[in-house]
């Protein structure tokens, strides 16, 4: 399943906060339908089936409670996808990525074998994959490195059957892991200066194994992972330029891929990211070269609209841009672009330092096509979440934002230079609304602290739209929050539904549609 990563260090963001954020794309020729939900402690499973592998798990019985947004449809379980828990630890799962047949013979993926009747063979469980790890980890970790290690013992424990990047973050720290092959992995904190960059390739380029055995500040990884490098000569294969130095390595040489297909598909959105984020650091490259770094220093601290630009971006400003009039029908058509049709949702968690640890964790979350939308801020600690964004139907409903998304992108990607105006004054409408919001409700239960610690019988004016909660009065007013950014959107997403439906119904031509190519 094709994704899209964009993790921003402390230092490197606008206001000191960690970011990571990810596009989930549905796999060609379907839709996945998106939630937003919390899930209590109480409803989360004390023992654990996958649905694709059918590995069974027993979990801790003391969860803590968490908001996500996973699929609708439970056909191929909860694949979670982005989640945020109440120790302010986000997670993102997962970037598809893919290593070498060297690798996958030296340590095979742990696919699920059938039962065979006919020679009475039981059933093997396969290990895990996207569909679990959010469900197995985020209810059991108070820091990134906490969520490192405990998905380092699942997956040492019971393997995986795919390849995989997960994102772990926290105030303080970001970590990014990859599976290789079977059980094995590795894990790079993401530095505090620096963006990190991942378009479906395995791409960590640097690892130390002095520091991932010893203090492990920026590295970890599998503890037989040089004696397996070794066994298996995968980095002699790499030869000179990225074998095993001495304590260092390139693991994208010797556990990765650099395919034609790659020079289409993946390194052309990493080439577009550095070149947005640092376009001097980025001269030389081009959209087909194999050694784009991981991370890089931003050339100006990077904003949540960055983020969302860039999850949603198709090449602008290049001959690539299949909307643009730059380059030829050919250039245009070339390389698969960030943003595209079949985009389930973006999701971009952001833990602010100077906020309390009771509103500290924003979830900027957009649903579909992030061409045609714009991401919206929602607090994570809370009890509950508005229905327009958590009760989706599987179904084509205005009823719900995820759909009436997928409606205008279908509209508008047809006629993007007649929409894209008001597309772009939505999209703006959203932001500037969302961080008034966030700055009003934080304003709001700073006052609340202010006032109880001058007077501590203070008592807290309920919202006029809070529910009952588990976890009192801040929660209620974050809750309330949430909801009135809903309501924004169902106002101004029907509206621009309307307007993109009367603008695309009165005119004639026929224009390039985005999924005609990346479909």
Known sequence: MSCTTILVGKKA??????IIARDDDSGSGRYDPKKFIAVAPQEQPRHYRSVLSHVEIDLPDDPCRYSIVPNVLPNRGILAEAGVNEHNVAMSATETIAVNERVLAADPMVELQPADETTGRAETPGGIGEEDIITLVLPYIATAREGVKRLAELLETYGTYESNGIIISDVDEIWYVETIGGHHWIARRVPDEKCAIIPNQLGIDYFDFDDAFSDAREFMCSADLPDFIERHRLGRAAGAQGGM???HCNPRIIFGTATTKDHIYNTPRAWYMHRYLNPADAEGHTPESDDIPWCVEPENAVTIEDVDFLLGSHFEGTPYDPYG???????RHRYRPIGINRTGHMVAMQIRPYAP???????????????????????ANVDD????LRDTTPE??????YWTNRLIAALADAHFYETNNVIEAFAEGVRVFGHRLVERTDAA????KQRKQEDPTEQEEQPENAGQTAAGPTSARLESANTEMAEYLRKHATKLLNDVLYTSSNLMRNGFAMSDRWN
Do not use: H, K
């Open 13 to 18: 963001s606008y206001d000191g906060s960690t």
């Open 245 to 247: 130095n001495g304590s």
């Open 325 to 331: 009039t730059q380059g030829t029908p050919e250039s």
């Open 357 to 379: 640890a009771e509103n500290r964790s924003i979830m900027w979350i957009s649903y579909g096509s992030g061409a045609f939308t714009a991401a919206a801020p929602f607090y």
């Open 385 to 388: 979440t508005p229905a327009y």
């Open 396 to 401: 084509v409903s205005t009823d719900c934002l």
């Open 445 to 448: 239960l700073e006052g609340l």
